[in-house]
C-alpha cells in the first residue's frame, strides 16, 4: 500500500466514529422545573429518576435532565419555564405544587408537561377534569387541601386543652386560600380559634413566629407548601425554639424534630411523575393520562419531640400512628 493511501485511510478511520455518533439520533432532554431548592430536594429528585428508570429510561443513558429551581421564589419561574421552553426539551416536570405547574403550562401549549403535585387543578385551570385532563398537562394530586382539616383534628386530640391554633401559610401560592378556607370551616365545627399567618419570605417567617405569643397559640400548623418544604430546616427551629407544638403535611418535617405530620408521600408522587413521563416519551399524550390521585395517607409522631415538649402521646394515638420517631 502505497503511504499516502495508507494516511488516507487512516484518517477515515479516525474521523468515522465521530461520524458515526453525530448521525445517532439526540439523546431527549427532560426540563426539570422546581419551586424548591436543590438542597432539600435530593430524596424526590432521586424518587423522580427512579421512575423514570421504571419505564425503561436511564440518566445518563437514554435522557438528560436541565434543572432550574426558583428556591421559594415563585416570581422566578416564569423565566425558567421559557428557558427550558427555549431549549426544546421533549417533556417538563413541574415539581413543587401550582406555582411551576401554572407557569409551565403559561409558558407552552405543546411541550407536555407532568406537575409533581397541584390542589384542585381544575379549578386552577390546569385540567379540564381529573379523568380527561385535556390539552398538554397532566399530574398528580396530594389532597393537601383536603387533608389540612385533618392535620388540625390531630393536632387537637394530641392537645386536648388547646384553644387557639396558628395556621401558616403563603399566600403567594393560588391553591393558599382554598387550604385556609378548609381549615376554618374545621376550626368553626371543633370551637378552635383560629389565627392565620402568612409568610412569603424569610423575613416574614420569622415575623410569623414571633407573632404566636401575640396570638397567644397553643399550637400551629404549617401549609404543605413548597417555599416552606424549600426551608424545611428553618421552619422546624423556629418551632423547636418557640417551644409550640406543630403539625406539618410531610413525614420529612417530623424527621427532622417536627411533631406530627399527616399526608402522602412525597417522594412516592415524584416517582409516579417520572412514570409518567416516561410514558409521554414513549407517545403517550397528557391530555389521555388522567391526574392520579393518593390512596394512602400516612400519620407520624416524633416521640422525643413530644417529650421535649412535655407532651404525652394517647396511647390510642400511638396504635393509630403509621410510623413512630423515638
Do not use: C
Not at 439526540?26 to 424548591?36: E, K, N, W, Y
Not at 411551576?100 to 385540567?127: E, H, Y
Amino acid at each position: 500500500m502505497k503511504r499516502r493511501e495508507f494516511i488516507a485511510g487512516a484518517g477515515v478511520a479516525a474521523i468515522w466514529p465521530f461520524v458515526a455518533r453525530a448521525q445517532q439520533p439526540a439523546m431527549p432532554v427532560i426540563g426539570f422545573l422546581s419551586s424548591r431548592s436543590p438542597g432539600e430536594s435530593e430524596a424526590v429528585v432521586a424518587a423522580f429518576r427512579q421512575g423514570l428508570a421504571d419505564t425503561g429510561y436511564v440518566v445518563g443513558q437514554h435522557l438528560a435532565i436541565e434543572y432550574r429551581w426558583a428556591e421559594g421564589q415563585y416570581d422566578r419561574l416564569p423565566g425558567l419555564a421559557a428557558e427550558l421552553v427555549g431549549l426544546r426539551v421533549a417533556a417538563i416536570l413541574a415539581a413543587g405544587g401550582p406555582p411551576s405547574a401554572l407557569a409551565a403550562k403559561k409558558a407552552t401549549s405543546t411541550i407536555p408537561i407532568v406537575f409533581s403535585a397541584a390542589n384542585d387543578a381544575v379549578g386552577l385551570g390546569l385540567v379540564a377534569s381529573l379523568g380527561q385532563p385535556g390539552g398538554n398537562v397532566t399530574g398528580m394530586s396530594l389532597f393537601n387541601t383536603a387533608l389540612a382539616p385533618k392535620r388540625l383534628e390531630l393536632l387537637r386530640e394530641l392537645i386536648p386543652s388547646v384553644k387557639v391554633v396558628a395556621y401558616l401559610t403563603n399566600p403567594a401560592n393560588p391553591g393558599a386560600q382554598g387550604e385556609v378556607r378548609e381549615v376554618q370551616a374545621a376550626a368553626e365545627v371543633t370551637g378552635i380559634e383560629l389565627r392565620v399567618l402568612h409568610a412569603s419570605s424569610e423575613d416574614e417567617l420569622d415575623a410569623a413566629f414571633a407573632r404566636l405569643t401575640e396570638v397567644h397559640a397553643g399550637g400551629l400548623l404549617v401549609a404543605a407548601e413548597p417555599f416552606f418544604d424549600s426551608r424545611r430546616a428553618r421552619i422546624v427551629a423556629l418551632a423547636a425554639k418557640a417551644e409550640i407544638p406543630t403539625g406539618y403535611g410531610w413525614r420529612e418535617n417530623v424527621a427532622l424534630g417536627g411533631l406530627t405530620s399527616y399526608g402522602t408521600s412525597l417522594p412516592g408522587s415524584y416517582r409516579q411523575a417520572g412514570v409518567y413521563v416516561g410514558r409521554v416519551l414513549k407517545g403517550e399524550k397528557p391530555a389521555d393520562l388522567p391526574v392520579m390521585q393518593p390512596t394512602k395517607f400516612e400519620f407520624t409522631i416524633n416521640l422525643k419531640t413530644a417529650k421535649a415538649l412535655g407532651i404525652s402521646v394517647p396511647p390510642t394515638l400511638l396504635a393509630r400512628a403509621d410510623e413512630v420517631i423515638e
